[in-house]
């Protein structure tokens, strides 16, 4: 359970809108049961041209490790990256781990994912290899698995599919993802509980196309329904199906 930004810039990214993210480890929203915070890591991934990249990645309190955040921000906006991926951790499966800390990186794409799938042992595949333990890389390499066998033409189709074989499979608080393939930048939005807490929005502006889990001051924001997704290509033209 966590907080996921998605970012597609034409222009430079601009350090105030990580900063701004950043401020959800403490005032992001949580269900009623839960300790304040989203304080069990935090990571910063994009891409150089089209190979993904990690500007930086801990399994720190991001409030206890700015220095470090600070860095990773400055790397990514140095690189003149122009999509980027940053999550903010709190842990309901996995330990605190490098392994286990979004986003996760593997066949050039990169994820995230916001919710718990209780019973994710039954997504383990053959033959695949898993860093850490948490459901949201047994999810992310379920995807994959997928994703890889046909064309990206077909995604739609292809995401309903899948999220249909998941909930035969699994049970889960949410699936709610950003998965970013250095073309395309999506977001899905799927809660079975709490819709204040799962939550994915998006807003666009002059150069500057944003998913975030929360709205965040200086957007006009469009709340997306659930299971629905969002689409954005590498130029920031939003696409929905």
């Known amino acids: 359970m966590c907080r996921m930004l998605g970012v597609v810039a034409t222009n430079k990214i601009s350090y105030k809108l990580l900063d701004s993210f950043k401020q959800l480890a403490l005032t992001g929203r949580i269900k009623k049961s839960m300790t304040e915070g989203h304080q069990d890591g935090w990571g910063i991934a994009g891409y150089l041209g089209k190979w993904p990249v990690q500007f930086g990645r801990s399994p720190k309190n991001v409030l206890e490790d700015i220095d470090n955040f600070i860095t990773s921000s400055h790397k990514a906006i140095i690189s003149d990256t122009r999509m980027l991926v940053v ?9 605190l781990s490098l392994e286990n800390t979004h986003p996760f990186i593997a066949d050039d794409f990169v994820f995230c994912h916001n919710g718990t799938i209780y ?20 999810f992310f390499k379920f995807i994959l698995n997928k994703i890889n066998k046909v064309s990206k033409r077909r995604y739609p189709e292809m995401f309903k599919s899948i999220i249909e074989e998941i909930k035969e499979k699994c049970k889960f608080t949410s699936l709610t993802f ?64």
């Open 178 to 241: 950003l998965l970013c393939d250095g073309e395309h930048l999506i977001g899905y939005r799927n809660y079975n509980e709490v819709k204040e807490y799962y939550t994915l929005y998006y807003s666009t502006q002059k150069g500057l196309s944003v998913v975030c889990s929360e709205e965040l001051p200086g957007f006009e924001w469009t709340l997306l329904e659930n299971e629905e997704f969002v689409v954005f290509d590498k130029y920031g033209v939003l696409n929905e199906f």
């Open 87 to 95: 999550h903010l951790r709190k842990a309901s499966e996995g330990d």
């Open 119 to 138: 019973n994710s042992e039954k997504l383990i595949l053959p033959e695949t290899n898993y860093e850490g333990t948490t459901d949201s890389e047994r």
